[in-house]
């Protein structure tokens, strides 16, 4: 039963959404319309980009350029396979005024197919242009870079400003981009015997940054200084280039929000099946991988969006509506554009080959978001289930016996054994939190403090439960306490969805916070170095230890809310009962 309170807030989320959506279509039609006067024209290898001259919160001048191609529409021949790049332009000047198009993707919520296949662009926004007659700035002042992957479950979403308006990170002297690229099947299909490698969405973001390191510089950028950073998918992303030798020679630190990669646990399961199950629905009957391919080329791309599921196989409908099918997978072969081919815990456990600055962490409701799955697809006695599903998609190699056994201490752990009609919303909220996000967090960070002994890790938990939890309201959770995940974006971005906040209220200081960490980790490696005018607090790394286990790990974290502080072993009894599990079922694998 869906509490009023809940519901009355859904109702001022989807009106403050909306609103929103609106205001920024009309923006987008008015400037398409009645294009600026001075535009600023950029000169990169492709051609020339004009874009607009615009104003900061505080008054500043920016520009940005919106809807810049950086790859080649990926349709008929080129569906499924690497990204092929912009050689030049079409156009002599390309007109960025504006987003173009999102990448094709299904609407989980309504069921409706959006954008297009020829979705690949990103926007540049900058707080200072070349001056006049000088092609690229002096060294000395060129802006560091911060590229940012949108979140989506690898299914939807998109780099656009209308959630994505980077304005605050420019007033802290940084030059941001964002990034579409490919989704659902399109970015992830995997048929390797007919070319198809899998990772087509990761391998565009791989593209972008060789576009951003051959032309940021052009725009007062400097491509010797690129931070890339994610939130959810767009983190996992972001976490697996800094694995990929292929990727992190074009960025040198790294930014993960809810999300790193441990194990193959968040990696796609028997891809080929699923690309084959795909394939019969639309007509095909031989077992030939080419011949699966080529089916799948020729389905029209609306069509193919919409009826993504089907690779799910025979029971698709029974699978919860936002479980994602199309995600990473590791690749057989190593090429100039593979990105990983090695399963993350063995590239994570390879000793001293990771040096890159990273900065990690997540929200401590990031649970909430599973509430509404839950909520929609069971009833009854079937939440009983819930602990065995969780842990048969992410310990995938257990015995029927050694699950079982799993599964009882889970219950035992969170539940107390209580029956499933007396679980509580915490309960459940933070067992989904643990095993989709903690987990992985912790085991991350351990890891990196045994094997990785140069790389400064900084570690943080988002805990501000504020009004502007946009997703936590439209998944009817207003009233189920904690930080929602996707709730840091809220307070990191300017989208024109929200009213302005106060200039002394809780949520501006909590906003200036993210910024200014964020913006001090990409200019120097280091949060506290350019943040002291705003948060007064030392931010220590995650310490090390040595290989053998003689030292316990401690794992050191900032909590980040309206005042900033240290602290130690977060949720110490959780993370404590994941490691002894991990020791019973998984020996070796810490």
Known sequence: MVEWNNLWQFVLAVVRLGSGVIAFALHHFHVRVRPPRDCPLVTVRQGQLRGVAARLPNGAPYYYFKGVPYAEPPVGKLRFKAPVPVER???????????????IQLDFFSGF??????GLYLNVYTPQLPVDGEETPMKANQLPVMVFLHGGGFACGSGSSLFYNPEYFLQRGVLVVTVNYRLGPFGFLYLPEAGVEGNAGLKDQLMALRWINENIANFGGDPSNVTLFGESAGSFSAYLHMLSPNSRKYFHRVICQSGVVCSSSFMQANPVEMAFNLARHFGYSGTSQQGALETLQQVPAKLLAKQQRKALGQGAEKHPDLVFIFLPVVE???????????????????YDTLRMPLLEGCNDGEGI?????????????????????VLAKLFRHLTPTERAEMTDKVRQFYFSDAPPSAWSTDQIKHLLTDVIFMMDSAINAEWLAKYQPNLRHYHYRFTYDGRYSLLKRLFLSANVAGACHGDDLMYMFNPIFLPPFAPLSDECRVRDNFIALWTSFAKHGDPSVDSRDVVDVEWRPVGKVPRDASKSFQLDCLEINVQPAMMIDPCRDRAHFWRELLETYQKGHL
Do not use: M, W
């Open 89 to 103: 332009f079409r156009k002599s000047v390309v007109n960025c005024y504006a987003e173009r198009y999102d990448f």
């Open 113 to 118: 197919v959006f954008g297009s296949e020829s």
């Open 332 to 350: 057989q072969t190593l090429t100039d554009h593979s990105i990983i081919t090695q399963p993350p815990e063995v590239l994570l456990k390879a």
């Open 369 to 389: 978001l599973g509430l509404y799955i839950i909520r929609r697809k069971t009833r009854g006695e079937d939440i009983r289930h819930l602990p065995d599903r």
